[in-house]
């Protein structure tokens, strides 16, 4: 007994002296695209928000692109536990789970959640050339010419691609439009504002600068209210107000760390996510790109991860209803 008790306190102390020196080493922070996009400036602010509630840590951002995020995810899932490499990941954290049948990862059970970091917005736009003004009249149209028109998107498993999935399968279009997928987000938004394309929806970071300048329509977004705070789109009806029940979908973006990182360090990077989520400078910058910095339970691991596994479920019945896959 005595051996059992001196084993537990010699382990306590031993996760305690972990706590104490991490981070021991420079944290890397992989973003599983390109330098530039969006999900990368998120990473890049929030390491710098995170940076002093770490002890003035050297913290620096890693791309690893391809495959729809999933070579990034899978380095971090197969990087020591130590706390030392972090994953900064959007609604792709979710969307996979669907999109590929065959991942090296389990998205649930190979992480360990950190918290949610913020929400992204949603537009749903149309071409300048298209007749409607407004949602409903919008709406109408789409349903009395879906099979001729076509919807662009930015590739297989964007924000852009599931947005329209998720769209057409509330609004259950009788005659489906031509799905047009496109190698990122500037080619099809150029074809939406030529008029080569119809309908697009994506994240306020890609369309608000396009509707500012009255390049494209821009019909309703897809939160669940409509964003009273946004000086550009508070005029504009959620989707959910337009009649399509529980309609909600932003790109959210969330931080994660090997599974098996001691839950000492798991806290003391919480607890240095919660302080950048609170910074006035970390919030401006993320409302500048049309984010919104999360307040609620999503924070915590256990309130990130249970989002995460219904946003699954939700997005994985709606890819296989549609038949896209990744693989």
Same mark, same amino acid.
């Given at each position: 007994?005595?051996?059992?008790?001196?084993?537990?306190?010699? $382990?306590?102390?031993?996760?305690?002296?972990?706590?104490? +020196?991490?981070? @021991?080493?420079?944290?890397?922070?992989?973003?599983?695209?390109?330098?530039?996009?969006?999900?990368?400036?998120? $990473?890049?602010?929030? +390491?710098?928000?995170?940076?002093?509630?770490?002890?003035?840590?050297?913290?620096?951002?890693?791309?690893?692109?391809?495959?729809?995020?999933?070579?990034?995810?899978?380095?971090?899932? /197969?990087?020591?536990?130590?706390?030392?490499?972090?994953?900064?990941?959007?609604?792709?954290?979710?969307?996979?789970?669907?999109?590929?049948?065959?991942?090296?990862?389990?998205?649930?059970?190979?992480?360990?959640?950190?918290?949610?970091?913020?929400?992204?917005?949603?537009?749903?736009?149309?071409?300048?050339?298209?007749?409607?003004?407004?949602? /409903?009249?919008?709406?109408?149209?789409?349903?009395?010419?879906?099979?001729?028109?076509?919807?662009?998107?930015?590739?297989?498993?964007? $924000? @852009?691609?599931?947005?329209?999935?998720?769209?057409?399968?509330?609004?259950?279009?009788?005659? @489906?439009?031509?799905?047009?997928?496109?190698?990122?987000?500037?080619?099809?938004?150029?074809?939406?504002?030529?008029?080569?394309?119809?309908?697009?929806?994506?994240?306020?970071?890609?369309?608000?600068?396009?509707?500012?300048?009255?390049?494209?329509?821009?019909?309703?977004?897809?939160? $669940?209210?409509?964003?009273?705070?946004?000086?550009?789109?508070?005029?504009?009806? @959620?989707?959910?107000?337009?009649?399509?029940?529980?309609?909600?979908?932003?790109?959210?973006?969330?931080?994660?760390?090997?599974?098996?990182?001691?839950?000492?360090?798991?806290?003391?990077?919480?607890?240095?996510?919660?302080?950048?989520?609170?910074?006035?400078?970390?919030?401006?910058?993320?409302?500048?790109?049309?984010?919104?910095?999360?307040?609620?339970?999503?924070?915590?691991?256990?309130?990130?991860?249970?989002?995460?596994?219904?946003?699954?479920?939700?997005?994985?019945?709606?890819?296989?209803?549609?038949?896209?896959?990744?693989?």
């Amino acid at each position: 007994m005595k051996k059992l008790i001196a084993l537990a306190v010699t $382990a306590a102390v031993a996760g305690g002296a972990f706590a104490q +020196a991490f981070p @021991s080493k420079p944290i890397t922070i992989v973003v599983p695209f390109a330098a530039g996009g969006p999900t990368d400036t998120v $990473a890049r602010q929030l +390491a710098e928000a995170m940076r002093k509630p770490l002890g003035d840590a050297t913290i620096v951002v890693e791309n690893a692109a391809g495959a729809g995020g999933t070579i990034g995810a899978t380095k971090v899932a /197969r990087a020591a536990p130590d706390g030392h490499t972090l994953l900064v990941w959007h609604i792709g954290m979710a969307a996979t789970a669907g999109l590929y049948r065959k991942l090296q990862y389990k998205p649930l059970e190979d992480f360990e959640y950190l918290g949610m970091i913020n929400d992204v917005p949603m537009t749903l736009l149309g071409s300048p050339k298209l007749p409607a003004n407004t949602y /409903r009249d919008f709406e109408n149209y789409i349903r009395a010419n879906g099979g001729k028109l076509n919807l662009a998107h930015a590739g297989l498993g964007s $924000a @852009s691609h599931l947005c329209g999935l998720m769209w057409q399968s509330a609004v259950k279009l009788d005659k @489906s439009m031509t799905t047009i997928a496109y190698r990122g987000t500037a080619p099809a938004m150029n074809d939406l504002i030529g008029g080569q394309v119809d309908v697009m929806c994506d994240q306020t970071t890609n369309t608000t600068s396009q509707i500012e300048a009255g390049r494209v329509k821009a019909f309703a977004v897809t939160t $669940a209210k409509r964003l009273d705070d946004h000086k550009l789109l508070k005029d504009y009806p @959620s989707l959910q107000e337009m009649g399509l029940k529980n309609f909600n979908l932003t790109i959210w973006h969330g931080l994660y760390a090997p599974k098996g990182t001691p839950p000492e360090v798991t806290k003391k990077i919480n607890d240095a996510l919660q302080v950048a989520l609170k910074d006035p400078e970390f919030i401006k910058k993320q409302s500048a790109l049309g984010a919104v910095v999360v307040r609620d339970n999503r924070v915590t691991p256990a309130g990130h991860k249970a989002f995460v596994a219904d946003q699954i479920t939700k997005l994985k019945t709606v890819i296989d209803a549609a038949g896209q896959y990744a693989d």
